[in-house]
């Protein structure tokens, strides 16, 4: 294939898919085969191993990353009458999620470098009413969690981690995951851990919210029948464990590809300083890039651009929540959050999967340069 012609999808699961496919398809046809369809072995065989990879006492999957974040909240008792702090700049679920709890959804701006919660701001958020703070890890890269922790012990406010987009990821050699009372994952299919379908875990280190955790995801039973809490229907399929189970087994290995491409896409498009900002990381972090998120003034021009040429981007998030119709009952303002509004107009994601190969990141960079 010619340079000129490359086709850069944003991300590519049917590779991925090829690359494991003799790996995955005895598994499926045994759990079809066995009719195991709802939790079992499998689902409990997959919790253990996804809390030992994250190093957490228990961890308990959903059927979603908005389900384990809303479970994850009702599992600390949080509800109506109650505020809980996160970022402006997240996907809408992190924000739904507290919402249907019944709580108030308590937003602050994010900082200019890193996208993530700018904690200076949080300190102004808190008051009689907030009972926790849920820091996205977003894009893949840790939120600062030492001043976070000290500021939750401060105000006694628990923590609960949307790491939806960071699995595996690490701030002083801890895996995301583990600093919050209790955390969320989403299995969503283009997670750099990803189901075939929709699945989500929360992962802690308590064994009362373990507990209440398997009560809340299955009708509120302990026993079959026996109900003794007002709970949901938020199961992982057992089919969606056997794939994941397979998955986490080259989790390490694809975040590692992932850092490597990041390496190059910032050493490649450092020729385009002034033009194009890239990706800044805090120390001590390992980031696991499940986005590389570049800013630039040309954002919608060079998007256009990048497709005309087969090149396939995102933008995470083009409309900030407080400006989304559906939290206008939330009462914020447009200005309100200067560094997530401007931001949302210049961010740009560049394709990033574990498969991307040294020449697609060239031809990228390359047509960038030819659009700036
Ligand atoms: C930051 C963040 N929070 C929450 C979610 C919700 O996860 P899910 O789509 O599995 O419900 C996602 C992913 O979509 C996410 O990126």
Redesign the pocket.
Known sequence: MSKNSLKVPFVDLKTQYQDLRSELEPRLKKTIEDCHFILGESVNSFEKEFADYCGTEYAVSTS???AA?FLALSSLGIGKGDEVITAAN??I??VLAIHYTGARPVLVDVEENTYNLDINKVKKAINKKTRAIVP?H?YGQPVDMQPLLKLAKRYRLKIVE?A??AHGAEYKGRKTGTFGDVSAF???PGKNLGAYG?G?MVVTNSARIKDKMLMLRDYGQKRKYQHLIKGFNARLDTIQAEILRVKLSHLDRWNESRRLSAKKYNFLLNNLDGYVITPSQIPEVKHVWHLYVIRTKKRDVLQRYLKENGIFTGIHYPIPIHLQPAFSDLGYKKGEFPVTEKVAGEILSLPMYPELRDEQIEYVVKKIEGCL
Do not use: H, M, N
């Open positions: 979603s990353g908005t974040l997240t996907f679920a992190t996205v977003l949307d939806c987009q989403s299995f969503y929709d989500g």
